[in-house]
């Protein structure tokens, strides 16, 4: 027997119970739908995270106090038994060869006023380095001027939104900004940027590292970004940026050098670990609706007995009863499959137009996994009515009205 | 040509072990018109049920054109029924969501007919059984006797040397009944060997061998060519 007949045999079956067949391969989208949709969304997390870091700039180390005890991106730090200065990061860009930029950061929140409009903002202490290593764009204004680290003016640069929410309309350059008790000049103002590693660059403001660490009462930095000049030479700066500050530091190696790769790696590793989480979920419903397949096969079966046994009078081989059990169950999973793929395309598309910076897509993978599983489904759920179908009684079978 | 020799079934019910048939020795020649009679649970199901290889005998012999298969494997029975024998059954067991032309072209789908043929097959079996004008019908627009005939095209449409009918026209009215004996005897004037389970007596002194079984076993047999009586065709 051909298998176009097989086919057909199968599709007329299936129609013979079509709310039957419609719904167990409702089942079959619903399960491979959600797999693609919950893999688009862990896919996107992952490629977002990625597009994020580059954002941060290319050939980048990233210096920070204290020592990693565990791998991993929730950093464990030991107490750093010595501070990271700012004469350590002079001394990396004048001792690592490699080093074109370096930019320390402070961090910390203050309250700002202007007038009295006031909100809390995030403050970043740091160097007019940070523009060209952050690709920071101006809107107005100029940024953080060069100079001597230790010495910082009293000026600052501000994020797009704290620029419309403390100054609203007005021009903000040359005006004064009140951070805590002290007194800043505004010179500039970011272009608007969004979200960048968890932080809303819009609603930042940015004033010498000097002023930063002062406002603060910090002795410490809170990173030291590096700019390498060439990707070959990261392993061996970060090598020399090691040794460096523990001889700087008395022979401690206190500090932890992250390269913007392995902080790229780790994010990317443990997004696909939750993408493949994600994708290990979902495919729970998948086996329910495997389960609802082989329901429905068995219910079948039972129904079509005569039918099973009148083809086995005919003449019908127990191994075609098989194939042809099989062949509906995978047409039930299959369709089942396409639907899902598509509604889950269609799903993914939306979200995009609704969220363009997040890129939910579905991974590469998904299309021939889709159909290849909802077979596998079909088949592997649809052996046992099958055998149940082919090893049917015949006379047993006909002998019932 | 069918030989049975000392075929005997038993089941298996509960501790008990009954003897459906015991000890059946039987010579059925090719064109034959063999009836079987008995009251229920007299085996004669169970007979036909051996002769159509959809049962294997306990015991015994039975040899189809000199061909043993008594003990064959299921699947080597599958194809003697697919290529040798027709069955019509008292409930007719058309597929309900086929058409009268798909239910008698279901036996040539599973043993690989090219659908060219199938079709021209289709239509020569309806023809026969007096349907063509039924064939897009389906088995729930059809009388009792309409759908026997569908069950008729269905098992000659593979061209067997043996038709099996278990009761036919246990559930016709006797004008349709009549039409499905017409159309039986008609394929057995043709050459069919035809053998017809019946509780009838009407319908089963109609063929030329006759045989009674009660418990299991023959209690008689006549055959009208072997006892060279003429055969009258009594009308019902």
Known sequence: ?401 | MIELSGISRDFQVGEETVHALADIDLTVPDGDYLSLMGPSGSGKSSLLNILGCLDRPTRGSYRLDGREVARLPEEELSRIRRQHIGFVFQFYHLVPRLTAAGNVELPMIFAGVERGERIERVDRALREVGLSARARHRSEQLSGGERQRVAIARAIVMGPRVLLADEPTGNLDISAGREIVRLLEERNARGLTVIVVTHDPDIGSRARHRIRLADGKIVSEENAVADGAAVGLRSR
């Open chain 1, 1 to 401: 027997m051909s298998f176009r007949d097989l086919v057909g045999f199968a599709i007329g079956a299936l129609r013979g119970h079509r709310l039957r067949s419609g719904l167990s391969l409702l089942g079959v989208a619903i399960g491979v739908a959600s797999v693609i949709l919950l893999t688009s969304v862990g896919e996107g997390a992952r490629l977002y995270v990625t597009g994020e870091f580059a954002t941060l700039g290319s050939n980048l180390l990233i210096v920070f106090p204290g020592k990693t005890e565990t791998t991993g991106i929730s950093p464990f730090l030991t107490e750093a038994p010595h501070a990271l200065t700012l004469e350590d990061a002079e001394a990396i860009l004048h001792h690592v060869r490699s080093a074109r930029r370096v930019a320390p950061i402070v961090f910390g929140v203050a309250a700002a006023r202007v007038g009295d409009r006031r909100r809390d903002v995030g403050v970043i202490g740091t160097t007019s380095e940070f523009l060209g290593v952050r690709q920071i764009r101006l809107r107005s204004g100029r940024y953080l001027p060069a100079g001597e680290l230790a010495r910082g003016q009293r000026v600052c640069v501000i994020g797009s939104k704290v620029q419309s929410e403390l100054f609203g309309a007005r021009n903000p350059l040359g005006e004064i900004l009140h951070l805590g008790e002290e007194r800043f000049r505004v010179i500039g103002v970011t272009a608007p940027r969004g979200l960048s590693i968890g932080q809303d660059l819009d609603e930042i403001v940015h004033v010498p590292v000097s002023r930063g660490m002062k406002l603060f009462n910090k002795i410490s930095l809170f990173r030291i970004l590096v700019e390498i000049s060439s990707h070959q030479e990261i392993p061996a700066a970060r090598r020399n940026a090691l040794e460096l500050l523990k001889e700087r530091h008395e022979g401690f190696e206190d500090v932890t050098i992250w390269t913007q790769d392995s902080v790229l790696a780790t994010f990317s590793r443990v997004l696909s670990l939750l993408t493949a989480a994600l994708g290990g979920i979902a495919a729970i419903s998948l086996t329910v609706a495997g389960v609802g397949i082989m329901n429905v096969m068995l219910v079948s079966v039972s129904e079509r007995r005569r039918e099973i046994g009148l083809l086995k009078a005919i003449g019908v081989m127990p191994r075609q009863v098989v194939s042809a059990f099989l062949v509906e169950a995978a047409l039930l999973s299959t369709a089942g499959g396409a639907l899902g793929l598509a509604a889950a395309l269609g799903a993914t598309r939306l979200m995009r137009t609704m969220y363009p910076s997040f890129p939910a897509r579905p991974p590469f993978w998904v299309l021939p996994a889709a159909l290849s599983v909802s077979i596998g489904v079909g088949l592997l759920f649809g052996a046992l009515p099958a055998r149940r179908a082919s090893r049917l009684d015949p006379v047993a079978a006909l002998a019932r009205r």
